[in-house]
């Protein structure tokens, strides 16, 4: 299964502390991506990651790559209650000719007000 | 204003039914995808079309015909529907040159009883 993969599966914490979440992959990559879902809703885009990049920041989110150990990081840092909803790495692999993402199982925020 | 978009966002039907969800991206995209999200929260890609072309065609079960009249819409036709058809699927649409900075419907939630 080319399937990424993130850990934790589910993660609580309070509003104020950061948030970490992983996730690894299993092939070369052009790009790894970052996406948001909210309960009920589609995926929203995050940031984007070039496979040539280790680190990558916007606005409270900092991403980082590491192409040797095929993994990735999402920090948020100062969580809001708002925050809470699943996050998914979707990867972009090289060995592909063709537009498809391969996404991880999810990393399930919740954050307490 | 909506970007992407989905009918109905709820269908609820017997076995052996034969379904159409409907979508529509109003982004100017030229590329469109299905993806199915099982109760896991995995999510994995079905279709995809650009410029109304076929692209990406995952092992699908030949009962789901994803059919798209113009670069705007992409719809998805399932005969024959099983109970492991349940899940909640996603439109999505991005730039041909994009992508992988993917634009997410707010899901169909399908229930096969």
């Known amino acids: 299964s080319q399937q990424g993969e993130e850990d934790p599966q589910a993660l609580s914490i309070q509003e104020g502390e950061n948030a970490t979440m992983n996730c690894s992959y299993k092939?070369?990559?052009?790009?790894l991506q970052w996406y948001r879902q909210n309960s009920g809703r589609g995926l929203v885009h995050l940031i984007l990651?070039?496979?040539?990049?280790r680190e990558k920041h916007s606005g409270r989110l900092r991403v980082t790559l590491d192409t040797s150990k095929k993994s990735s990081s999402l920090l948020i840092t100062a969580s809001r209650a708002a925050d809470t909803a699943s996050y998914f790495c979707?990867?972009?692999?090289?060995?592909?000719?063709?537009?498809?993402?391969?996404f991880g199982t999810g990393t399930r925020l919740q954050v307490f007000p | 204003d909506t970007a992407v978009s989905q009918t109905p966002k709820y269908l609820v039907t017997q076995m052996g039914n034969d379904k159409s969800i409907k979508c529509e991206q109003n982004?100017?995209?030229?590329?469109m995808y299905w993806y199915k999200q099982d109760s896991k929260k995995f999510l994995k890609i079905m279709f995809s079309?650009?410029?109304?072309?076929?692209?990406i065609n995952e092992t699908v079960p030949n009962r789901f015909s994803p059919k798209s009249p113009d670069k705007a819409h992409l719809n998805l036709h399932i005969n024959s529907l099983e109970l492991g058809d349940s899940a909640v699927y996603f439109c999505?649409?991005?730039?041909?040159?994009?992508?992988?900075?993917?634009?997410f419907g707010p899901g169909t939630r399908l229930t096969v009883t």
């Open positions: 999505a649409s991005s730039q041909r040159n994009r992508p992988y900075e993917q634009y």
């Open positions: 092939t070369s990559i052009n790009n």
């Open positions: 990651i070039r496979s040539n990049e």
């Open positions: 979707a990867t972009d692999p090289l060995s592909y000719n063709t537009d498809k993402l391969i």
């Open positions: 982004l100017g995209h030229d590329t």
């Open positions: 079309y650009n410029n109304k072309e076929l692209i």
